[in-house]
């Protein structure tokens, strides 16, 4: 039976800087692109143009319940064949940003539906051109109020990160299980980058909280 190794954790600590700045690189980047193209979708499904808004519910929905990991398999494995073909690291990226742009969208779209129907006559009244009303007035106040939301996917981004190390990328569960087979000590790197998942997601869902409570008073 193997016992706890406190070597084993020190010397694993210079890779887990490592994953921890892969898996940071992910996130970020990952978040940027749902963000955006999340804003994309919802806009398409509000075009009154049947030939951009079906396309857009019918690629949305099935992206949204085909799981995250054969879309990752997808774009690794089958995109080649078919002359295309990115670094592990941006397929991972790119892989979870389109994910989870599906779900941004409906974040979105929420909001934009909650924006009073006053806003949207008064911009009528005063005459705005479409885009000034968009810009101006209601993404501003949509966005505004689903910002704890899309906090909250970020935290889930964050938490599906290490499914890419199914295709190789050496993030923080990926430089733990190759470490863990290099000095058999996987117990250890597996714990540490446990708790660092802890350390990282919890204080972000304290700040998701009170962002929510500071946009509602």
Known sequence: ???WDWSAVSGFMPYLWDGLLTT???LVLGSVL?????LVWALGYRTKTRYVRWPVNFVTEFIRNTPLL??????????????????AITTGTVAIGVHYS?????VYRAGIDAVPVGQWEAATALSLPVGRTWNAVILPQAIRRVLPALGNYV???????????????????GEARQQGGLTFHSNETITVVGIAFIVI???????VRA???RLVR
């Not at 997601?201 to 700040?207: G, I, Q, T, V």
């Open 155 to 173: 935290i889930a981004m964050l938490k599906d990160t290490p499914l890419v190390v199914a295709i190789s990328v050496l993030d923080l569960l």
């Open 211 to 213: 962002l929510e409570r």
């Open 34 to 38: 749902s963000f955006a193209l999340g």
């Open 201 to 207: 997601a919890y204080p972000a869902s304290l700040l």
């Open 102 to 106: 599906t779900y941004t969208a409906q």
């Open 24 to 26: 940071l690189r992910i």
């Open 70 to 87: 054969v879309q990752l398999f997808f774009l690794y494995f089958v995109l080649p064949d078919w002359g295309i073909q990115f670094s």
């Open 1 to 3: 039976m193997n016992t």
